[in-house]
């Protein structure tokens, strides 16, 4: 539960300091720009949407591998070293997003258009490992626990 507030202000904070950008706010619609920065921002953002409700799955997966550990005690201690790596994969997918979050921010309008468009691609790749990591760990942890 308390985890549940954690990552709701989280995403409150994030998504409301994330909604400005060089001091105006950024709208999907405003995609037609023809800033090229502008749209790479917009996909840095929408890898971010499509990662951050799995924040919640991270957290639910964690907790049932950590009862299947607790409760299961015909568990070799092989089978309970690779559950503990799962959710040990689970938790550094939680981190890499959180931290991601707390590091990102846009570059302001006078920073330049290379500067700015140089942030935004290592952030791509940044938003990039977080996706990977929380889909592998998310599937891993599904797979063990015989989820879809």
């Excluded at 904070?13 to 709208?27: A, D, L, N, Q, V």
């Excluded at 749209?39 to 639910?60: F, G, N, S, T």
């Amino acid at each position: 539960m308390k985890f549940n507030l954690i990552v709701l202000f989280a995403g409150i904070f994030f998504m409301t300091s994330c909604s400005k950008k060089g001091g105006h706010e950024h709208h999907e619609s405003e995609a037609t720009s023809d800033d090229p920065n502008e749209a790479l921002y917009i996909q840095v953002m929408a890898i971010h949407d499509e990662v951050m409700p799995k924040m919640d799955d991270l957290y639910r997966l964690k907790k049932e591998l950590q009862d299947k550990i607790s409760s299961s005690k015909e568990l070799t201690v092989d089978k309970k070293e690779q559950l503990k790596q799962i959710i040990s994969s689970l938790d550094s997918a939680d981190h890499l997003m959180m931290n991601w979050m707390h590091k990102f921010k846009p570059l302001p309008d006078s920073a330049g258009q290379e500067a700015a468009r140089e942030y935004l691609e290592n952030e791509m790749e940044e938003i990039n490992k977080v996706k990977e990591l929380t889909n592998e760990s998310v599937q891993k942890a599904k797979t063990e626990l015989g989820l879809k």
